[in-house]
């Protein structure tokens, strides 16, 4: 199956900034959220498009790791068919046991030698003494991750499931709990869930750094959520009742006052995201009059007439 050009989902140059390719995905994901287009089929395949492709591009190494695989294809197999003529940098770690022993980077591809050549690494390969010393037991080294949540996901909490180490011998799925009230660019760790130790050592952790994609309808500011909600000039004037969808996925009613102005706020108590207390932040409505831009001339008459009425 070919492989999808994120540059060109999104719509931008390669060489665009981060914060470029975040303006863009907003706009995008606006026109397109499935919240917007009434479930519409084609438009929700596109949303989940350029979803991915901003997943991809804002994560700096995920882009990284893209781009390269763009300019060559082959770029995550063993590079010349081999080692040819050692390693650059000599063997960083030594041949012990410890952390990142026994781990290089050649041709842009990290190798991890005890996968290669055992638990024991050079040490077991020409018998010495080394070999003898990898197998105390010792703390396996940890595994860093990224994984990428949605705005209610980090929220409210969330269980997710992905896949560690893919297309390698270590390969394994994970389901985990992503605790509420979660923030960008935080980092979870899970004790135990990292490489094994050699000889019987602890395993490592697990360190997942999580990025929060932004919401095309909603703000977070802390543990207080913002988002805007549009009514007519006469809902302004006159007042009542309406009806704003939340961050759980339901709607809540609200009451507005009569002379309610544009950019006013009022408050949805505990409805924001969760913090790391227990409580719920609160839901902060922006309101946003919409002015009809054409209308009848009687509606015009009416309007004139009302603002000779209400003139000061």
Do not use: C, W
Request: glycine share 16%.
């Amino acid at each position: 199956m070919a492989q999808l050009d994120h540059y060109k989902t999104l719509g931008v140059a390669e060489g665009a900034s981060a914060d470029e390719i975040k303006k863009v995905y907003r706009k995008l994901a606006k026109k397109y959220h499935p919240d917007a287009t009434g479930g519409d089929k084609v438009k929700e395949a596109k949303f989940k498009e350029i979803t991915e492709a901003y997943e991809v591009l804002s994560d700096e190494q995920k882009r990284k790791e893209y781009d390269e695989l763009r300019r060559n294809p082959f770029a995550g197999g063993m590079p010349g068919g081999g080692f040819s003529g050692g390693f650059p940098g000599g063997f960083p770690g030594g041949f012990g046991g410890g952390r990142g022993a026994g781990r290089v980077r050649t041709g842009g591809v990290d190798i991890n030698l005890e996968d290669i050549l055992g638990q024991g690494g050079f040490g077991d390969l020409f018998g010495s003494g080394a070999g003898r010393r990898s197998r105390e037991p010792v703390r396996g080294s940890d595994i860093q991750t990224n994984l990428t949540l949605t705005l209610a996901e980090a929220a409210l909490g969330a269980e997710k499931s992905f896949t560690l180490g893919p297309g390698t011998s270590d390969e394994r799925k994970l389901t985990v709990r992503i605790p509420a009230g979660v923030d960008d660019g935080e980092t979870i760790r899970l004790s135990g869930q990292g490489r094994p130790g050699p000889g019987g050592g602890p395993a490592g952790n697990l360190l997942i750094k999580v990025t929060v994609m932004p919401d095309p309808v909603m703000r977070r500011k802390g543990a207080d959520l913002e988002r805007d909600v549009h009514i007519a000039i006469d809902k302004a004037v006159l007042g009542g009742s309406i009806e704003v969808p939340v961050i759980d996925g339901s709607v809540k009613e609200i009451r507005l006052p009569p002379g309610t102005s544009s950019g006013q706020k009022l408050r949805l108590r505990g409805f924001g995201a969760s913090d790391r207390k227990g409580g719920r932040g609160d839901l902060y409505v922006v309101v946003q009059i919409d002015v009809p831009k054409d209308i009848s001339a009687e509606a015009k008459s009416l309007i004139e007439r009302f603002a000779q009425l209400t003139r000061r």
